[in-house]
């Protein structure tokens, strides 16, 4: 089975730095898009950064500036290095990727990570 397994979430103080991790493991011929998402209390889950196969990458309106998003396509894993964080980033952070799977074609199959909790305290 395909897995995503996050770490790196925690409590810091605003203006503080985390970084994320991710590691896909698991029957995986390739990984196309990799990215990361956040919902925080009551809202619904949105998306923080993408880094496309190619090394693209895309971010909310948001973190722009204070994320950023990279990938070890050897490791099959993607970071999210978060810097100057605000109490308004508190939130669970979930791991997303797209990723074809050993024998089953070129079929592109969605998986999401459990989950790491991101709290910033003022």
């Known amino acids: 089975q395909v897995q995503l397994v996050e770490s790196g979430g925690g409590l810091v103080q605003a203006g503080g730095s985390l970084r994320l991790s991710c590691a896909a493991s698991g029957p995986i011929f390739s990984i196309n898009d990799m990215g990361w998402y956040r919902q925080a209390p009551g809202k619904q889950r949105e998306l923080v950064a993408i880094i496309r196969s190619t090394g693209i990458t895309n971010y909310a309106d948001s973190v722009k500036g204070r994320f950023t998003i990279s990938r070890d396509n050897a490791k099959n894993t993607v970071y999210l290095q978060m810097n100057s964080l605000k109490p308004e980033d508190t939130a669970v952070y979930y791991c997303?990727?797209?990723?074809?799977?050993?024998?089953?074609?070129?079929?592109?199959?969605?998986?999401w990570g459990q989950g790491t909790q991101v709290t910033v305290s003022s």
């Open positions: 997303n990727a797209a990723i074809k799977r050993l024998g089953m074609g070129p079929r592109l199959a969605d998986y």
